[in-house]
């Protein structure tokens, strides 16, 4: 291929998205949250009362949904056909139902269609489960970032409780990420696992900033 393309995967709240957006503005990349994606997936699934088991259902429900991003912001800004969830898919809600609609072989079929459209020509940054494994398995610079689970859950929990009218414990959000990494890690379809070529980048004690350091030392070789 002839532009650049980072996949960055890993574990649920690793930082994953954090890095991705500092890397792709420091090298002047595009910036795709695939998550964001099947947030977006899982909203509409839930305010439609899709019952993820009827396979025609789901095939419908695909074809009405179109997601987009502003192109222009580092922030995955996204709209679910023309209404911007950007907020309300991080709420528990979506992130409890996310794993069992992402898991769906029809749902993952057409995400991955898109992203694969998104990384036609343009330099860009994306970052997920199944990127540098299923999505760009060509990538040029793979990253796998993990980190202490404990540590994981309190920078989210930090993250959620900022917001306002938030009730959620620190236990409810470990809860949520280990049942996430479970689900994602075992799934049928494409599940969460390390391309054989990712760099391994464990940031439990490491700054935003040593990070993309990291990072960004490995992807300028290709610039
Ligand atoms: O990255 P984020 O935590 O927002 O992703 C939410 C969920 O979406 C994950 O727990 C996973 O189930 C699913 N996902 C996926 N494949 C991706 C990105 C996210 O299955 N490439």
């Known amino acids: 291929r002839s532009n650049i393309v980072v996949a960055i995967d890993g574990y649920s709240s690793c930082g994953k998205s954090t890095l991705a957006k500092a890397l792709a503005k420091t090298l002047n990349f595009i910036y795709v949250d695939s998550g964001a994606m099947y947030r977006a997936v899982t909203l509409y699934f839930l305010r439609n009362h899709i ?3 009827n396979e025609i259902a789901v095939m419908d429900a695909m074809q009405a949904i179109e997601l987009n991003f502003n192109a222009r912001d580092y922030e995955s800004h996204i709209t679910l056909n023309g209404e911007e969830v950007s ?5 528990m809600l979506v992130s409890d139902a996310v794993s069992e609609v992402s898991a769906n072989k029809w749902v993952r079929q057409e995400m991955v269609r898109q992203q694969q459209r998104m990384g036609q020509s343009k330099n860009l940054v994306m970052d997920g489960r199944d990127i540098g494994t ?6 040029q610079v793979k990253f796998f970032m993990t980190a202490d689970p404990k540590v994981r859950a ?4 930090k993250e959620l409780a900022a917001k306002a009218n938030n009730q959620v414990t620190l236990e409810e959000v470990f809860e949520n990420l280990a049942h996430r990494d479970y689900a994602d890690t075992t799934r049928k379809e494409s599940p969460l696992t390390r391309a054989d070529d990712a760099i391994i980048l464990d940031n439990t004690e490491m700054t935003p900033r040593e990070q993309l350091d990291f990072a960004a030392g490995h992807v300028r070789p290709f610039l």
């Open 87 to 91: 907020e309300e898919i991080r709420g």
């Open 51 to 53: 019952d993820i088991s």
């Open 134 to 139: 299923t999505v760009f398995p060509d990538a």
């Open 154 to 157: 309190e920078r989210r929990y």
